[in-house]
């Protein structure tokens, strides 16, 4: 049965208020793991006991700099073992193809590794897209999917129009908003400019198909107002049994998750809350 936004957010709540987390490990580590493929992929983890944590950056980003030095991924140790890894061509890892993407693969192998049968998977942006393809393929390895700056993409074409309206438009960036947006469109620049043009634009990818028990996987997402926050989340709202929308006031998708200035704290206890709440719930 599905519940409303209204009801989760009353859990949450009443867990914000009874739980408070408690700091374990203060450090992460650092390690190093080599896929079937042959790339070394540099990864970190944090938190000695309870389930586990899988965290996906987005592109251009590190595990680093997105979760550990947001805070959400000490946010998330206080009752969980948190991994976060360096997506392939980006961070510590290597970079068989400097300027691309990461892969969904990767993460697999990454749990195998570490010995981990399922987990809360979380990804950010290319994280959050990551995140989809690893729910099509594998949902049986899933506690719970989390989508931040993302969500699943809408087959529906009335439905995506119909989304798409409601979703306001961004005003113009300022200040440390302007400055992080800059910075990111800069590094995509340089890196693509590296890389080079591609001949031809490459083919639009199918839809990504959900079986039952994906279906079944409690899924939160979490986007800036100014972020498509409806579009991202219409197909979720209509296909998944259990689905916690959050949405961040006057945010887009760069001060969704910032660093070098004030992190958005309700995106943190969001997260922590969720992955708390349905915590070995099914």
């Not at 049965?1 to 009801?7: C, E, L, N």
């Not at 965290?55 to 680093?64: E, M, P, R, V």
């Not at 693509?192 to 039952?212: E, I, K, V």
């Amino acid at each position: 049965m599905r519940r409303s936004s209204a009801t989760l957010l009353a859990v949450f709540s009443a867990f914000a208020l009874t739980s408070p987390p408690t700091a374990r490990a203060q450090e992460p580590t650092d390690d190093f793991f080599t896929t079937s493929d042959g790339v070394r992929i540099h990864y970190m983890t944090l938190g000695d006991e309870g389930s586990w944590v899988v965290l996906i950056h987005g592109y251009t980003d590190s595990a680093q700099r997105m979760w550990f030095r947001t805070g959400i991924a000490p946010a998330l140790a206080a009752n969980h073992r948190v991994v976060a890894l360096d997506n392939r061509n980006h961070g510590q890892s290597d970079s068989p193809e400097p300027n691309g993407s990461g892969r969904a693969e990767d993460v697999w192998e990454l749990m195998d590794h570490l010995g981990i049968e399922r987990a809360h998977i979380h990804g950010y942006s290319m994280g959050g897209s990551i995140t989809s393809e690893l729910l099509a393929s594998n949902p049986e390895r899933f506690m719970t999917a989390g989508f931040g700056g993302s969500g699943i993409r809408e087959t529906d074409p009335d439905l995506r129009a119909s989304a798409l309206s409601m979703d306001p438009e961004a005003p113009a960036p300022e200040g440390a908003a302007a400055a992080a947006f800059t910075s990111l469109r800069e590094r995509a620049a340089s890196r693509n400019t590296a890389r080079g043009a591609p001949a031809s634009a490459p083919p639009a990818r199918p839809p990504l198909t959900y079986n039952a028990i994906a279906h079944a996987v409690p899924v939160l997402a979490i986007n800036g107002e100014y972020d498509s926050p409806y579009s991202k989340a219409q197909r979720i709202l209509r296909e998944f049994e259990t689905f916690q929308n959050v949405v961040l006031p006057g945010l887009n998708h760069m001060t969704a998750i910032m660093v070098g200035g004030p992190m958005p704290q309700k995106y943190v206890d969001s997260i922590v809350a969720f992955i708390n709440t349905y915590d070995q719930a099914w």
